[in-house]
């Protein structure tokens, strides 16, 4: 009786040490996941807070412009469509698509640049076009963080056996990643 009593609670104890221990598993993941997604969530923040930074500065580089350029009213009314979609969106794919068409607008904005060099010789049009400039480097390493959060909280939910515990607490797979535009991949003809 003894000697079946104390298999009996050995595997008892076996199997509430397996509980135990898939239990861990589950709230550590489930802590990891947590905050794999926070970060994913503060680096979206700190995107959300350039882009505004530079939807902030394009209203005085258009007045700038318009100074100095009166019949270019079609280029002022992409930008300020481009402006009002990216400031409307609600979601971070929606916003990426919204700052994919500012992106082109203000490109489409700087090359007037070309055509007016009274405007270059601008101060004002210079100190806001170098203040343009430094947001953008700003979005670009708020982005590359944001992909690298994202990235890292992707692979920690579909790695085994953390894809399990995902499934069960409802954490999916982000792609509302940044990429480069189809143009980013040519390079720029100079022509001298």
């Not at 221990?21 to 489930?30: D, T, W």
């Not at 700038?64 to 009166?70: E, I, P």
């Not at 004002?124 to 343009?132: K, N, T």
């Not at 982000?174 to 390079?187: D, K, L, Y």
């Amino acid at each position: 009786m003894s000697k079946g009593l104390g298999i009996a609670l050995a595997v008892v104890g076996v199997l509430l040490l397996v509980v135990l221990m898939v239990f861990g598993s589950f709230k550590s993941a489930q802590n990891q996941m947590v905050a794999r997604d926070q970060s994913v969530k503060t680096a979206w923040s700190e995107v959300d807070v350039q882009l505004q930074r530079r939807a902030d500065l394009i209203p005085n580089l258009v007045a700038t412009v318009k100074g100095f350029t009166k019949e270019e009213n079609s280029v002022y009314a992409d930008i300020a469509n481009a402006r009002a979609g990216m400031l409307n969106a609600q979601t971070p794919q929606a916003k990426i698509a919204a700052n994919g068409q500012l992106d082109s607008a203000l490109g489409r904005l700087l090359l007037l640049t070309e055509n007016y060099p009274q405007l270059r010789s601008s101060d004002q049009f210079m100190r806001l076009q170098d203040e343009l400039a430094g947001t953008e480097n700003r979005i670009a390493v708020a982005r590359k963080r944001y992909n690298e959060a994202l990235q890292d909280y992707n692979t920690f939910i579909l790695q085994f056996p953390n894809s399990i515990w995902a499934g069960i607490l409802g954490f999916h797979q982000n792609n509302a990643r940044f990429e480069a535009s189809p143009g980013a991949q040519n390079a720029p003809q100079v022509n001298f």
